[in-house]
């Protein structure tokens, strides 16, 4: 069984370079870290999205939750794409990051389909200002109805502390941190990344 997972495993990292990622790790869950206050950053200073999407704070469980959950999985996948910096300051980020979404929720989907049927995908951005930032308000928390982009939109890393900086640093990946409160630096990459629970 341990032969058999590993290479689900692999076949899986590779579906995810296949479908864009830059970079792709199989890791332990024991090396998410989660912290409270990376979730409350989300708050104050608070984010632009904030309470506009079921997959954001505060209508998501949050970090106790998140830490609760990884008790139930034993691997995870961890992918980034790099891009240039200035792409984070630019028209092309909504793009970008509506890629991130669409590669965290394939393998999602790909990897419930391998086996590992509690997959769950996490990425960086809120699917508010991805997917529906032409509508008002989102259809779930509006009218109770149903996420317009089920397939593709997942919830944020941030919103449940997730310590992205630390696992991109476990994953000994070079990391180029671009906040809106700095300018883009000519031939620096800048990272985005996702995160698929597997088993």
């Known amino acids: 069984m341990l032969d058999e997972n590993l290479t689900k495993l692999k076949d899986i990292a590779n579906h995810t370079e296949k479908a864009g990622a830059s970079s792709v790790k199989i890791i332990s869950t024991k090396d998410i870290h989660v912290d409270h ?15 506009l999407s079921k997959n954001c704070p505060p209508h998501i469980p949050g970090p106790a939750y998140f830490i609760k959950k990884l008790t139930s999985f034993e691997k995870a996948l961890f992918f ?39 997959a769950e995908a996490y990425a960086g951005g809120s699917c508010k200002g991805l997917f529906c930032r032409d509508y008002p308000k989102c259809n779930q928390l509006s009218s109770g109805g149903k996420c317009r982009n089920p397939l593709i939109a997942r919830p944020s890393m941030s919103g449940f502390g997730i310590d992205v900086a630390r696992l991109a640093k476990k994953a000994e990946w070079q990391t180029e941190w671009v906040t809106h409160d700095k300018k883009p630096i000519d031939n620096k990459t800048a990272n985005v990344y996702g995160l698929i629970l597997l088993y």
């Open 37 to 51: 206050k990376l979730a409350d950053m989300c708050r104050q200073p608070r984010c632009e999205n904030y309470g």
């Open 80 to 118: 980034k794409i790099d891009v240039p910096s200035k792409v984070l300051f630019s028209n092309e980020r909504i793009e970008l990051f509506q890629l991130l979404h669409e590669i965290a929720s394939g393998v999602e989907q790909y990897a419930i389909k391998s086996g590992f049927i509690n």
